[in-house]
């Protein structure tokens, strides 16, 4: 399994931005998909997830109302859409899965597979 994230960048405080994961590989496809994120110094934290069939979605509580994951029509990418980003958002995004179609949960180790990882900086 393969994930390719893009999207990252350098906003100000009250914008928009747009991530996406591309997802490659064994059935089954579409995987589960959850996007994880790290400030420096910080532990990785769980930020939104989206099971294979797009019907599910889950959220973490200090960007519910902000952010919204979904899968795009290629249903191996997922989106994560950012809006009113503030400068605690500020972190590397990573997408992961487990390798499934269902959700794997919200703790980062028991993930098999990455994508690289994407900055995102939101500026004061």
């Known amino acids: 399994v393969q994930l390719q994230a893009s999207g990252g960048g350098l906003v100000q405080t009250g914008d928009s931005l747009r991530l996406s994961c591309a997802a490659s590989?064994?059935?089954?496809?579409?995987?589960?998909m959850t996007w994880f994120r790290q400030a420096p110094g910080k532990e990785r934290e769980f930020v939104a997830g989206?099971?294979?069939?797009?019907?599910?979605?889950y959220y973490a509580d200090n960007i519910k109302g902000r952010f919204i994951i979904s899968r795009a029509n290629a249903k191996n990418t997922v989106i994560l859409q950012m809006s009113s980003l503030i400068p605690a958002d500020t972190a590397v995004y990573y997408c992961?899965?487990?390798?499934?179609?269902?959700?794997?949960?919200?703790?980062?180790?028991?993930?098999?597979?990455w994508g690289q990882g994407t900055q995102v900086t939101v500026s004061s």
């Open positions: 992961a899965t487990g390798g499934s179609a269902h959700f794997s949960g919200r703790g980062w180790r028991i993930y098999a597979y």
């Open positions: 989206i099971d294979g069939s797009g019907s599910r979605t």
């Open positions: 590989g064994p059935s089954p496809n579409p995987y589960a």
